[in-house]
């Protein structure tokens, strides 16, 4: 059943094609941006900032603009509405579990969000820039791989997000401020490694550096070996301990919707 949801979610989302056309347009206009200001910082540095060159932050920013929608980044409110509208009771009946149910929804719209928004603006900003690719070739492999662990990750901070409204009225204040968070300590404002080396250390920390830093230091070949693993496993755990915090509070809202009679 989760094999047909996504492949379902992936078909669903094929349709919106003005708005991935577009989507793709905007997130090549700011990966342009963003490669300028990066590429400006380093010359004025000296052509380097920490350890990372132009044709680095270039590869950075348009790489990391093909990740907005494969994690989510600007959030997704559709289980928070059926929340509040109450049609989440529906989804409870279901024979399937609910945050497998959703997790294979993310997972096909995400699909299909990689290939059709993710990709294109890294191949057009390759036409003015001079952007890295992953040397030797089989970094691809755990490219691909860390890339599906960040949009786990980000499905499971926004499932967390979303069960809030079991409690608020209007949990919009947190998928904003959810936004923030993963806009600034994922890298999608600027690679982390900018920032002073307390707030580094501080965000390396946190689940939002699985999102987007770590798995574009892995495209840019800045880890091997044991190093490469670490990366991964990081991702795995934040995985783990993300989804199992969904489940306490899934069963802590479910019991809520039984006590009031849901």
């Known amino acids: 059943m989760p094999w047909e949801i996504a492949r379902r979610s992936f078909l669903r989302a094929s349709r919106y094609r003005v708005a991935t056309v577009s989507g793709v347009v905007v997130n090549t206009v700011f990966g ?107 970094l691809w492999i755990p490219f691909a791989l860390s890339v599906v662990l960040a949009s786990v990750v980000g499905f499971a901070i926004r499932f967390l997000a979303n069960l809030t409204a079991f409690w608020l009225l209007d949990n919009r204040g947190v998928e904003q401020m959810m936004t923030v968070l993963i806009s600034f300590f994922a890298g999608l404002l600027l690679p ?43 991702q795995a755990a934040w995985v783990a301990a993300l989804l199992v915090a969904g489940r306490v509070v899934l069963a802590a809202a479910t019991r809520r919707v039984v006590v009031q009679g849901g």
């Open 192 to 234: 982390i490694d900018l920032f002073p080396l307390w707030l580094e250390r501080l965000t390396r920390a946190l689940p939002f550096a699985s999102m987007i830093q770590l798995p574009i230091e892995l495209y840019l070949g800045i880890h091997d070996g044991w190093g490469l693993v670490w990366v991964l496993a990081q």
């Open 32 to 138: 342009y941006l963003r490669a300028s200001v990066l590429i400006v910082v380093a010359l004025t540095a000296g052509g380097t900032v920490r350890g990372l060159d132009t044709t680095d932050l270039a590869t950075f920013a348009f790489v990391s603009q093909g990740f907005i929608m494969v994690i989510g980044a600007f959030g997704d409110t559709e289980l928070s509405n059926r929340i509040r509208t109450g049609d989440v009771v529906i989804d409870l009946y279901r024979p399937a579990d609910l945050q497998l149910w959703w997790l294979a929804l993310w997972l096909g719209r995400a699909g299909f969000q990689l290939l059709a928004r993710g990709i294109p603006p890294v191949l057009l900003g390759a036409i003015a820039f001079d952007l890295r690719w992953p040397d030797p070739w089989w």
